[in-house]
């Protein structure tokens, strides 16, 4: 069988340049190295292994009573050679060098296990962690850069402007305000001219409604849900929260050693992608659940946020001409979704806020008139 051929170096004063590159076997009782000049051979029972280099990456191979030269190679297959099997010279040398070899493995594993562990931490309890880093982003500065946002957003569109309609609308969302208890959140509601079935919440506070969402209600406890989905996003820090999701793991962990400066930096760079940013489903189920809590502290009907999201779930999204697309990719109302709001709902009283002084259907008319 022909011997295993590994490229090796052999190191040596009297060479030009220091060195000389060629192949080494493990023959029968000898060490063979070839190279561009000639052939080294020395018997097995006269040299000695060992390794040495970067991390002990390198197999050195020494005459035993001969200075020079020394011959190494990188390919740690050598030491498996079966030149070297039942070699009574190297067994110990080569027993050795292999113990060494797996003791050198286990200590990388355990440096590798050692540094993964912070990381692993941080995979576990990344939802907290990641709430905590949203925590440190003033929310001045999260409704500046919703305000830039709404210039951008707004200017492709008709904002209904009409005083009395807007009165009725802020009369009807101020019981949901009310109950957000975390006064550094200010809310600004606007109306616009679109037929599309959607409402958006953007950074810090302001809340967009579409006129076909409103002219698709049937009552104004559907429309009070949907807004209370709204602020919830904003409350929860959804938007920054989504940020930090998406920037990975190492961005987590430069923003917990090295502090926040570089999240407002990133927030402020997402500018108009921000509103089209999608929301996970876990930030989907933690606004539908804390709507809830708003609606019912509210006293308002909270059972008007599930018949809406069942009329938009009945409407077919392919049909773009129904409305109903924009809001269906935005905030899919999955069945899911629906039964976790009815087993919710459950839990609370009965509605006792009063209607709002305009009753849906003039509102509607009223609105009509503006787009």
């Given at each position: 069988m022909e011997p295993v051929k590994y490229h090796a170096i052999a190191l040596d004063d009297n060479y030009v340049g220091g060195r000389r590159s060629g192949e080494l076997t493990l023959e029968t009782g000898s060490v063979v190295f070839r190279h561009s000049e000639g052939v080294i051979t020395w018997p097995l029972n006269e040299v000695e292994f060992s390794r040495g280099g970067a991390g002990n990456a390198l197999v050195y191979i020494k005459h035993r009573t001969i200075a020079t030269p020394t011959l190494y190679t990188s390919d740690k297959k050598i030491i498996k050679d079966t030149a070297l099997q039942g070699n009574y010279a190297t067994r110990d040398n080569i027993r050795v060098l292999r113990a060494g070899h797996q003791r050198s493995r286990l200590i990388t594993l355990a440096v590798v296990l050692l540094l993964l562990s912070p990381l692993a931490l941080i995979f576990t309890f990344r939802s907290s962690i990641v709430s905590s880093i949203a925590d440190h982003i003033?929310?001045?500065?999260e409704q500046k850069v919703g305000d830039n946002l709404f210039t951008l957003v707004s200017s492709g569109y008709k904002i209904i402007e009409d005083t009395t309609?807007?009165?009725?609308?802020?009369?009807?969302v101020a019981p949901l305000v009310k109950q957000v208890s975390d006064t550094t959140h200010h809310f600004d509601f606007y109306m616009i001219s679109d037929t599309t079935v959607n409402a958006f919440a953007l950074p810090g506070g302001k809340v967009v409604v579409n006129s076909g969402l409103i002219l698709k209600s049937d009552?104004?406890?559907e429309i009070q849900g949907v807004l209370a989905h709204e602020i919830a996003h904003v409350t929860l820090r959804h938007h920054v929260?989504?940020?930090?999701?998406?920037?990975?793991?190492?961005?987590?962990i430069s923003a917990l050693v090295g502090g926040y400066s570089d999240m407002v930096a990133t927030l402020a760079g997402y500018g108009s992608h921000l509103e089209s940013l999608m929301y996970s489903r876990?930030?989907?189920?933690?606004?539908?659940?804390?709507a809830v809590d708003y609606l019912q502290q509210a006293g308002v009907d909270a059972n008007g946020m599930i018949s809406f999201f069942e009329k938009l779930q009945k409407a077919h999204p392919e049909d773009i001409t129904s409305g109903f697309?924009?809001?269906m990719s935005t905030h899919p109302p999955t069945g899911e979704r629906i039964d976790n709001l009815k087993s919710r709902i459950q839990a609370y009283t009965p509605a006792s806020q009063p209607e709002p002084a305009i009753d849906i259907k003039s509102f509607q008319q009223l609105l009509q008139k503006q787009l």
């Open positions: 003033p929310v001045s500065y309609l807007n009165q009725h609308f802020n009369n009807m009552q104004w406890s929260r989504g940020v930090i999701n998406q920037q990975g793991l190492f961005f987590l876990k930030f989907e189920f933690e606004a539908d659940n804390r697309t924009k809001i």
